[in-house]
């Protein structure tokens, strides 16, 4: 078992909608990343959080460490958000490495 | 502009040649990683450097080389002893080498290593 696991793998949605990708963990972490692949490759980091709620434009990133989750929404989709959104977290017990999910691939129709 | 650079974009070698993938950032990082991508799969470790002439092994360090002779600079070499070299490269680095990866990392646009 993956000791990041994200959901959905894959995601269709029509401009305008609401998005929640879930990212779920097994270990103590020191923190969780959230970061966009584009289509070209690059990455970007979107989000590093060790507690709760952070907000950024149209995006939000919520992180429960007792129930070792974290979600990704991104409200009033527009087809520039297409793209790969990858989890990923601080492993305590492995010197803080950072372990990262599969990705979940957003497609935002117009 | 500060960032990191990659090149180059796309490289094709023959099977059984070594070949280097170039990292140069200007961010003034001390940490400098190296991850490679391949389809349906997480990023994976493969070499790490949190100061100048130091570097370490990640998950997946055999059949690759590093050198950290300057703070701006971690090229990778892909030898001959890699199996399964095709795969997609991305370098990254974070400013604050003494908390080792939990950092914000900033990633560079990848190399796209096709081996024939």
């Known amino acids: 078992k993956n000791e990041v696991e994200q959901s959905p793998q894959n995601l269709t949605a029509q401009e305008g909608e609401f998005i929640t990708i879930n990212c779920s963990y097994s270990?103590?972490?020191?923190?969780l990343h959230w970061l966009q692949q584009h289509p070209g490759g690059g990455i970007v980091s979107l989000f590093m959080?060790?507690?709760g709620k952070k907000k950024h434009g149209r995006l939000i990133a919520t992180i429960n460490i007792q129930e070792k989750h974290s979600s990704l929404h991104i409200t009033a989709s527009h087809p520039r958000d297409s793209a790969v959104y990858i989890c990923?977290?601080?492993?305590?017990?492995?010197?803080?490495?950072?372990?990262f999910g599969g990705g979940t691939r957003v497609l935002v129709k117009p | 502009d500060g960032g990191i650079t990659q090149s180059p974009k796309y490289l094709f070698r023959k099977e059984g040649q070594n070949v280097t993938l170039s990292c140069e950032q200007n961010?003034?990082?001390?940490?400098m990683y190296w991850y490679r991508q391949d389809p349906g799969q997480g990023l994976r470790l493969i070499y790490y450097?949190?100061?100048?002439?130091?570097?370490q092994k990640g998950d997946i360090a055999e059949g690759y080389s590093v050198s950290r002779e300057k703070k701006e600079s971690f090229p990778l070499t892909v030898t001959s002893a890699q199996k399964n070299p095709t795969a997609f490269y991305l370098c990254?680095?974070?400013?604050?080498?003494?908390?080792?990866?939990?950092?914000?990392?900033?990633f560079g646009p990848g190399t796209r290593l096709t081996v024939l």
């Open positions: 959080l060790s507690s």
């Open positions: 961010l003034n990082h001390d940490a």
């Open positions: 450097s949190q100061i100048v002439n130091d570097f």
């Open positions: 990923a977290v601080g492993i305590k017990a492995a010197g803080n490495k950072l372990t």
């Open positions: 270990v103590g972490i020191s923190a």
């Open positions: 990254a680095s974070s400013i604050e080498s003494h908390r080792v990866r939990t950092d914000t990392q900033y």
